[in-house]
């Protein structure tokens, strides 16, 4: 099945030019055709369309994801945020108290890819050495990459610390690529660095649609 997804501006990669009222055609996991909406929707006009607002990107990249998902407890809500309250839980002596088992590390993981696809991510780094949480991980859809370096501590938005928007970006949107983007509700690039990946209202990877702000 062919799916045209259209958005007000779209970013095909680091460097290159925004193009109003682009458009990305997949077939399947990957994409076929990237352009104007108007002509790629000319052309295919039995595709499934999907209209979004803001700028179109490719997925982003997460580095440090071990620490994010295998040092970070995220609080299952509802049934333990009136104990433990909403906010992630790190550092080695609040962990230890929580006495977390394996299944809990693992259920705390999925909870941790599910925010990470709210903010476009699709891909992440990190050497995963807790199965339950590895399971999680690949689960999940996000693609798993060797440990990279980073500054700082490492970030549920990829976008912190950057000095541009694109510095985030894995991957480029081109024919023949695997179909994995974001879209932000922004209106440029400036804006999505300024607002954060929190912007993100849909995340695709292989051709699936893994997140989408209600």
């Given at each position: ?44 006009s039995h595709a499934r369309v999907r209209r979004w607002p803001g700028v ?129 509700a922004v209106a440029d690039e400036a804006e999505l660095l300024a607002r ?17 702000r209600r």
């Amino acid at each position: 099945m062919l799916t045209l997804h259209a958005a007000e501006l779209l970013v095909t990669g680091p460097g290159s030019a925004p193009l109003e009222g682009g458009a990305v055609l997949v077939e399947g996991d990957r994409i076929a055709h990237v352009g104007p909406y108007e002509d790629l929707g000319t052309a295919h006009s039995h595709a499934r369309v999907r209209r979004w607002p803001g700028v179109l990107t490719p997925g982003l990249l997460v580095r440090g994801a071990d620490e994010l998902l295998e040092r970070t407890y995220y609080p299952d809500d509802p049934y333990e945020v009136t104990e433990l309250g909403a906010d992630p839980i790190s550092g080695e002596e609040a962990l230890d108290a929580l006495k977390l088992t394996e299944p809990r590390w693992g259920n705390s993981a999925r909870r941790g890819t599910q925010r990470l696809l709210a903010r476009g991510v699709v891909a992440v780094c990190g050497r995963f050495t807790v199965p339950a949480v590895r399971t999680a991980v690949s689960r999940s859809g996000l693609t798993i990459l060797p440990p990279a370096p980073y500054g700082g501590r490492p970030a549920l938005d990829p976008f912190a610390g950057r000095e541009s928007a694109a510095d985030a970006f894995h991957g480029v949107l081109e024919p023949g690529a695997a179909a994995r983007f974001a879209v932000f509700a922004v209106a440029d690039e400036a804006e999505l660095l300024a607002r954060g990946a929190t912007t993100c209202v849909a995340t695709v990877i292989g051709g699936r649609l893994l997140h989408r702000r209600r």
